[in-house]
């Protein structure tokens, strides 16, 4: 027994919600010779689940990649499967999680740190303070005095931790911005698929209704020939 509020698919005959109903005249005609191809019996009279139509055309867009390009990237996958949930894309890029592990994350804080304005002047003080220290108030003979032997052995160390440690943020950086691009190629890429079907249906939308006004047109001069008949007798 069918709930009212539901509907028999005519490609699987099962059972879903009326909100689902899509008819095959609304249909592109690529996807309906694929949906024919492994449903003979269907036909423009049928009618198939907002599911069930999601899934061919996945099937479509991916035999139609692999006949222009090949075999479909590991991103691609990705696009062909998001267009079979009605879960956006970029929601599901932006809700992945980095992951990042502590390293990273004192790595970035460093590299942050020494690229600002801050560091370079705090560090300018630091060296003035040091060297005014002992040259002026300790009269040269403090704990490092000129050639400031120790300052020096201070600064090379510093600079042999630190460039390393931005080095790692820099390819972390650089690994980021691989990803964001991969994931901006989704994003486009599934775009242009989604406008690509869209113009699909609005083109066979158009021609259809073309078809129904020529036949309404036909069928009001077939009206008025049979008035003008009936007037002449």
């Given at each position: 027994m069918i709930n009212e509020s539901n509907f028999l698919s005519d490609i699987s005959s099962t059972e879903y919600p009326e909100s689902e109903r899509v008819s095959a005249k609304?249909?592109?005609?690529?996807?309906?010779?694929?949906?024919r191809d492994e449903n003979p019996d269907f036909t423009r009279d049928s009618c198939i689940s907002i599911s069930e139509l999601n899934s061919y055309k996945v099937k479509y867009i991916s035999?139609?990649?692999a006949s222009e390009i090949g075999d479909l990237?590991?991103?691609?996958?990705?696009?062909?499967?998001?267009?079979?949930?009605?879960?956006?894309?970029?929601?599901k890029v932006e809700d992945e999680d980095e992951g990042f592990t502590f390293g990273e994350?004192?790595?970035?804080k460093v590299a942050e740190f020494g690229g600002s304005w801050t560091f370079i002047i705090t560090f300018g003080i630091v060296i003035v303070?040091?060297?005014?220290a002992n040259v002026y108030m300790l009269s040269n003979k403090g704990f490092d005095p000129y050639p400031?032997?120790?300052?020096?052995?201070?600064?090379s160390c510093l600079a042999a931790l630190q460039a390393p440690v931005i080095m790692m943020s820099q390819n972390r950086q650089e690994d980021k911005d691989r990803d964001r691009a991969g994931k901006d190629y989704m994003i486009n890429l599934k775009s242009e698929l989604?406008?690509?079907?869209?113009?699909?249906?609005?083109?066979?939308l158009i021609m259809n209704q073309q078809q129904e006004l020529i036949d309404f047109q036909k069928k009001q001069m077939e009206m008025m020939d049979e008035i003008?008949?009936?007037?002449?007798?």
């Open positions: 609304l249909i592109t005609k690529p996807l309906f010779n694929l949906i035999h139609y990649f990237s590991p991103l691609e996958n990705t696009v062909m499967n998001s267009l079979s949930t009605d879960k956006l894309l970029v929601s994350k004192i790595a970035d303070l040091w060297i005014g400031f032997i120790l300052l020096n052995l201070v600064l989604e406008i690509r079907m869209i113009h699909e249906k609005l083109d066979y003008l008949n009936r007037m002449n007798k």
